[in-house]
């Protein structure tokens, strides 16, 4: 069994969590910003589907990529090049994170629904306003071709969701925030599930102990300059 949480409730720790289904936490509670920033603190996430109630999740092991270990690999570095011969095209940062997070929300070929629900994405448009939630953003021109948006705590960055509308879009865009964290010094992003595409782009996972860990250690560092990242011309440095 798992807790059903009041408003004034505190998330349950993540060593709480079940087994099957892995890692759920807890059930319902709200989206409110103090609340979303306690439970990345704490190595949890909200994630479920319309009809539902909130779902708190901490799912063990964890996909973290090290940005250290982003495996550009060749086709990729290809695109990325003819992105970067392109000059309309440019990677820009927090320009339009509502745009991007609309863009996530979008339901995906061979799906029904979305994650991103409207409750969702006024949540995370509340912590951006806040400056915890950023946004990578592939451009072609003023047309938003690809992206990404995820939370910032300290010096962990949590990756939520991407999104493509040309080929390599939304990996060029996480080739841009590899760049971007090791400006800014930032270790690790959580990928939060565990996929084969993950995997193929050098994630790997870690087990709950050793993420809870980290991720309270780099939490409680003091957080990059956002205004200068978003200076970095981040297209152009990729894989130089």
């Not at 799912?59 to 309309?88: G, T, Y």
């Not at 509502?98 to 995370?124: F, K, N």
């Not at 040309?166 to 060029?172: G, M, N, P, R």
Request: with cysteine.
């Amino acid at each position: 069994m798992i807790p059903l949480l009041g408003a004034d409730d505190p998330l349950p720790p993540a060593e709480r969590a079940l087994t099957r289904p892995n890692g759920l936490v807890a059930a319902g509670a709200d989206l409110r910003p103090a609340r979303l920033l306690a439970a990345y603190r704490s190595g949890i996430f909200p994630w479920y589907s319309a009809g539902e109630p909130i779902l708190w999740w901490s799912p063990n092991p964890r996909m973290v990529l090290a940005v250290n270990d982003f495996k550009l690999r060749p086709s990729l570095r290809k695109r990325i090049r003819q992105f970067q011969d392109a000059p309309e095209v440019r990677l820009a940062v927090d320009e339009d994170f509502h745009a991007v997070i609309r863009a996530c929300a979008d339901p995906r070929a061979g799906a029904s629904g979305t994650w991103i629900l409207p409750e969702m994405q006024e949540a995370y448009l509340a912590l951006h306003r806040e400056g915890h939630a950023h946004s990578i953003e592939l451009r072609r021109g003023t047309a938003l071709i690809g992206g990404l948006y995820g939370v910032s705590i300290g010096r962990m960055f949590y990756g939520e969701s991407m999104f493509t509308r040309e080929s390599d879009a939304s990996k060029t865009a996480l080739a841009g925030l590899i760049h971007l964290c090791r400006e800014a010094r930032m270790p690790w992003i959580d990928c939060q599930q565990q996929t084969g595409h993950l995997a193929s782009l050098g994630a790997l996972p870690v087990g709950r102990d050793r993420f809870l860990t980290g991720v309270r250690t780099l939490t409680d560092q003091d957080g990059p300059d956002w205004a200068a990242l978003r200076k970095l011309d981040l297209l152009r440095s990729i894989g130089r």
